[in-house]
């Protein structure tokens, strides 16, 4: 059985800062690409940042300057710095990963919650 784990959320004042951490655990051969996604009430799960096996990075327009994704594949751990928050940032942030088993299959975290104050 595969897990991802989310850790680091909690409440920030606008303008400050958190480190997100998603630790993989379980069997698998490899993972392939790992991101985050977040889901504000009453609104879609939506891309936030992505990262290939190789460093390859992605990040949504809202978020580009601001966060900053990495993985340690040693450690089968992604990351997501975050600064300068703004209120509108306040959502449950999700891990995703590509694992692969005996194929490919994607994976989610239970959710930590990000909220923002003004």
């Known amino acids: 059985q595969v897990q991802l784990v989310e850790s680091g959320g909690g409440l920030v004042q606008a303008g400050g800062s958190l480190r997100l951490s998603c630790a993989a655990s379980g069997s698998f051969r490899s993972i392939n690409d790992m991101g985050w996604y977040r889901q504000a009430p009453g609104k879609a799960r939506e891309l936030v940042a992505t990262i290939t096996s190789g460093g390859s990075t992605n990040y949504a327009d809202s978020v580009k300057g601001r966060f900053t994704i990495s993985r340690d594949n040693a450690k089968n751990t992604v990351y997501l710095e975050m600064n300068s928050l703004k209120p509108g940032d306040t959502a449950v942030y999700y891990c995703?990963?590509?694992?692969?088993?005996?194929?490919?299959?994607?994976?989610w975290g239970q959710g930590t919650q990000v909220t923002v104050s003004s």
């Open positions: 995703n990963a590509e694992f692969v088993i005996w194929g490919p299959s994607r994976y």
